[in-house]
């Protein structure tokens, strides 16, 4: 491949676009089809209010998938995020419990335990060199046992702080809901990480080739923890949110955020091998797969039906562009 | 073992990989009940040849002839057809399986489609008989057996497929003297057989017990060809130097005894691959690493660069005693160590990622304040690097998989040099770069040097150790067998003590280092 076609056929584009992922450009063209199509449904499917409920309901995936993405950018997987947004839900609820300490400590407890359980993820990962698919799902089970030794099995009865309530549903700029703007907030922190900072090279560096990176004198082992923890405090304070707007935690309330949070980070062009992958790409990813299934079920499908063409879009927008060669 | 016509022939086969000549109208006749002996220097074609011969790589042109026949093979199994059976250098048996199940694992014996375990025994056991090896039980498995016993398997593996041709890769490397005898006298019953062996191996003396017929290759090319025997060992590595020598080093300062030592080593040994090593480099010193392939040269750098766990043995560095527990802790800080890594394509560089990024990932400390890259000096930083080594790339921020090979090791080089490293550690860093990067790679560590980096350089090409280095340690078998200095390096003298012979006034020296 010579430089000079290269920078020829590049230089005759848009900057913008030249610098674009293609796989992000086709996840936001998939967007705007899937909108077009929905609107030969209903009209109503174009109009302000619908897309801004929907990018509040995308906001709960929005920061799961930031941190599933931070891991999946390392070429590992978090496999427990369902009782990680359980237990941060349900922790946050508890905390709120213990008189009015409790309520102000509520959010920092729920997240805290959610950095737990990341923390252990990563020391497994890291350290003691266990796969990231076994250890995370490991973690997910105990996770999920400690919650149900805590509940008894039943939803608990505890319910969400005021400021849980407010975080998720409340407005602070009339017109915006305060999740679309918690999501923005995290999803700027995590393109400057990414992008300005020395621990998101080392991340892309890890995820390319971990052992040139080790070699060049990066302390990988932090690295990877960091990530883990942060992934894991991310879940858990998406299940703070979704028990404000719930406005209490329930079981399985995380189980319907696992496969969404992994396909909305890979449909938005992030390798799942690590090293590529763009927080952009995610951005597209989360409102694609939000939408999917908002207008799945506004149609009507039965709940098996909605399922099987979830699942079977999925596969093929992944088959459509997830599978990018390999750059050598 | 009559003079009668040749069992196998090769004619004028050469084979070029991109734009490297691995091999050059080179010419092998093979003679049943014989054993033949392939000498060489790294890199002189040996390997290839016999891949070639094996059906592994396919050459450019020549023709092989089996019987007066002319033949060509698609594949090893089609190598294997023909009678022709390969014992490469690492083991290949599956550890997990039974010795019955490796040694027919190519083609077991079937009945209505499943594996006939009765006739696979069977023929395990002629196998390890013929191969001298009746101890072993045919249902033990591979990994219970020690190393030597798994190579008498290997060799009876190679002999379940009725070889015309037996060619053994190194095939002793592994083993020890005892075990080597076993194999010796095991090869010398198969040559009574009538089988043709090809025998390739570094270690001379087994060559002059072992070899009826001897060709020694250089550059590609067989330049000899003699009955074993007929010539001392001096006038076969004079065969296999006689190389035009080349003008393109720096000059050499000459010793400094005034200059501090910065490196120090005292008896480091890792596992079984490291022996004992002591030595010093001072400030200002190339220092080079000499021997065969594979004698520990690369395990010494990566001790020193703390990859290596369960080192013992003690590093100073400037006189005081250090644990290096990581790359980490070698590169920051005091110590101020940078390695060249051996593969720059899997260890030295991320390549889908930028010019820019790969540049800046080993002082990434450096030029963050708080964690935050300061893209400003950044910059100033990588345009200085980019000007030093003139690394030629359309833009910073296209990937570093795009650059050629020389560029790319420049860029290897170039973000080691941007922590301003006190201790260089090269491994190999000129191997698949084309001649003038090499020039500029030489020059550009003799300007290190003499601006104050000392230098510790494992080379696999004997012109560079010798164009280079103030200093040669030889390593062979994990440790260092003989160190030459200055006017005593000389090629005869590298490649004399890397095969652990003692030429001419050379005899090994007591109290390597300082």
């Known amino acids: 491949m010579s430089e000079t076609t290269l920078g020829g056929i590049a230089g005759r584009m848009p900057k913008f676009l030249r610098r674009a992922d293609p796989a992000v450009v086709t996840a936001f063209a998939c967007i705007v089809i899937l909108l077009l199509l929905g609107s ?246 989360v409102i694609l797969i939000t939408l999917l299934q908002s207008i799945l079920s506004v149609m009507q499908m039965p709940e098996a039906g909605r399922q099987i063409i979830y699942g079977v879009v999925i596969v093929a927008m992944l088959l459509l562009y997830g599978r990018a060669p390999a750059s050598r | ?49 016999i891949k070639i011969m094996a059906g592994v790589v396919a050459p450019d042109e020549g023709t092989m002839t089996l019987d007066g026949r002319e033949v060509s093979f698609a594949s090893p199994a089609a190598a294997n057809q023909a009678g022709i059976v390969c014992i490469f250098q690492e083991l290949s048996l599956i550890p997990e399986l039974s010795v019955a199940d490796n040694i027919v694992i190519s083609d077991p014996p079937k009945r209505i489609g499943m594996i006939d375990r009765k006739a696979q025994r069977r023929i395990a056991e002629e196998a390890l008989a013929r191969a001298g090896a009746s101890d072993i039980h045919p249902c033990a498995l591979v990994k219970d057996l020690p190393l030597s016993r798994r190579q008498m398997v290997e060799i009876a593996k190679a002999l379940a497929r009725k070889p015309r041709i037996l060619i053994l890769d190194e095939a002793t490397s592994a083993l020890t003297a005892a075990d080597v005898a076993k194999v010796f006298e095991v090869l010398k019953r198969l040559r009574s057989e009538g089988l043709a062996l090809l025998y390739i191996s570094h270690r001379m003396n087994e060559i002059a017990e072992l070899a009826d017929h001897c060709t020694v290759f250089r550059n590609g090319r067989n330049v000899a060809s003699y009955p074993a025997g007929s010539k001392s060992d001096n006038e076969v590595v004079e065969l296999m130097i006689g190389r035009e020598y080349s003008h393109i080093f720096p000059p050499k300062l000459g010793p400094n005894a005034a200059a501090t030592t910065v490196l120090e080593a005292r008896n480091l040994s890792w596992a079984d691959r490291l022996d004992n090593i002591s030595l010093s480099v001072r400030a200002g010193e190339v220092v080079g690493l000499g021997g065969l392939d594979g004698q520990g040269q690369r395990e010494l750098l990566l001790a020193f660069f703390g990859v290596l766990r369960g080192l013992s043995g003690e590093i100073l560095i400037d006189g005081k005693p ?16 940078a390695l060249i890594p051996e593969d720059r394509k899997t260890e030295g560089l991320m390549l889908p990622m930028t010019v820019r990024e790969n540049l800046s990932f080993a002082a990434l400390d450096r030029l963050s304040k708080g964690g935050i890259i300061d893209r400003a000096s950044e910059q100033r930083l990588i345009d200085d690097m980019v000007g030093l080594l003139a690394i030629k790339t359309a833009g910073l921020d296209i990937p570093v998989g795009a650059l050629s090979g020389g560029n790319q090791q420049k860029v290897v080089i170039a973000k080691w040099l941007m922590r301003q490293p006190r201790i260089i550690l090269l491994n190999d860093p000129t191997r698949g770069i084309d001649v003038g990067t090499k020039q500029e790679i030489y020059q550009l560590m003799r300007k290190l040097a003499d601006a104050g980096a000392a230098i510790l350089f494992y080379s696999t090409d004997y012109d560079e150790l010798i164009g280079c280095c103030d200093r040669v340690l030889v390593l062979y078998d994990g440790a260092v067998k003989r160190e030459l200095v200055g006017a005593e390096i000389t090629e005869h003298a590298l490649i004399a003590s890397a095969l652990n012979i003692h030429g001419e006034g050379a005899g090994p020296r007591q109290g390597v280092g300082a």
């Open chain 1, 40 to 285: 030969l449904y209903s009209r109503s499917f174009l109009s302000p209010e619908y897309l801004l409920q929907q990018l509040k309901v995308a906001s709960f995936l929005g920061v799961i998938a930031t941190g599933m993405m931070l891991v999946i950018l390392l070429g590992q997987i978090d496999l427990s995020v369902p009782w990680s947004v359980a237990t941060g839900a349900m922790m946050a609820c508890a905390a709120a419990a213990y008189g009015s300490v409790g309520v102000a400590l509520a959010i920092p407890f729920g997240v805290l335990c959610g950095v737990a359980i990341g923390l252990v993820n990563g020391i497994g990962v890291a350290y003691l060199r266990i796969p990231s698919m076994i250890i995370t799902l490991a973690t997910n089970a105990v996770a999920q046992g400690l919650m149900v030794v805590y509940t008894g099995g039943f939803s608990p009865q505890d319910s969400a702080t005021a400021a849980m309530r407010y975080l998720a549903t409340g407005f602070t700029i009339p017109g915006v809901p305060n999740a679309v703007i918690i999501w923005a907030l995290i999803g700027a922190a995590m393109v400057f990480v990414l992008t300005r900072t020395s621990f998101g090279r080392a991340v892309y560096g890890i995820g390319n080739r971990e052992r040139a990176a080790y070699l060049s004198g990066i302390d990988t082992r932090r690295i990877v923890l960091i990530a883990f923890a942060v992934s894991g405090g991310l879940s858990a304070f998406g299940g703070v949110l979704l028990a404000g707007y719930a406005s209490k935690a329930a079981q399985s309330m995380g189980d319907a955020y696992l496969l969404p949070s992994i396909a909305a980070v890979v449909l938005g062009g992030t390798s799942i091998l690590g090293g590529r992958g763009s927080y952009l790409g995610t951005v597209a990813g």
């Open chain 2, 322 to 337: 250090v644990s290096i527990s990581s790359p980490t802790a070698a590169s920051h800080g005091r110590i101020g160590m």
């Open chain 2, 1 to 49: 073992m009559d003079g009668a016509a040749p069992l196998f022939r090769m004619e004028g086969i050469s084979k070029r990989y991109g734009g490297v000549r691995a091999l050059e109208k080179a010419d092998l006749t093979v003679t049943a009940g014989g054993i033949h002996a392939i000498l060489g220097e790294n890199g002189a074609g040996k390997s290839t040849l």
